[in-house]
């Protein structure tokens, strides 16, 4: 059974910075294209950023060049570097992994910034 377990969000001061963790269980993380995602409150789910099998990376326009998506397969992880944060990335943070029509999610991690 695959499991994605993320961690790492919390309440940081804009500007601030977090890194996110997502730990996947029962798979090995290098056939799976992985993604973190986000939700904020009455919004829909948007991804964030995005690193393929073949360690692609891509990133949403409001969040380039702040922040970084990586993956350690050693330790079956996918990472994101978050700095400079903004209020507008206040929401849930969600770990993805994709092959073909087959998606796994995590449970979320909240991210808060605020004053």
């Known amino acids: 059974q695959v499991q994605l377990v993320e961690s790492g969000g919390g309440l940081v001061q804009p500007g601030g910075s977090l890194r996110l963790s997502c730990v996947t269980h029962g798979t090995l993380i290098y056939i799976w294209d992985m993604g973190w995602f986000r939700q904020a409150p009455g919004k829909q789910r948007e991804l964030v950023a995005s690193i393929t099998r073949t360690n692609s990376t891509n990133y949403s326009d409001s969040v380039r060049g702040r922040f970084t998506i990586s993956k350690d397969t050693a330790k079956n992880t996918v990472y994101l570097q978050m700095s400079n944060l903004e209020f507008e990335d206040t929401a849930v943070y969600y770990c993805?992994?994709?092959?073909?029509?087959?998606?796994?999610w995590g449970q979320g991690t909240q991210v808060t910034v605020s004053s």
């Open positions: 993805n992994a994709n092959y073909i029509s087959t998606n796994h």
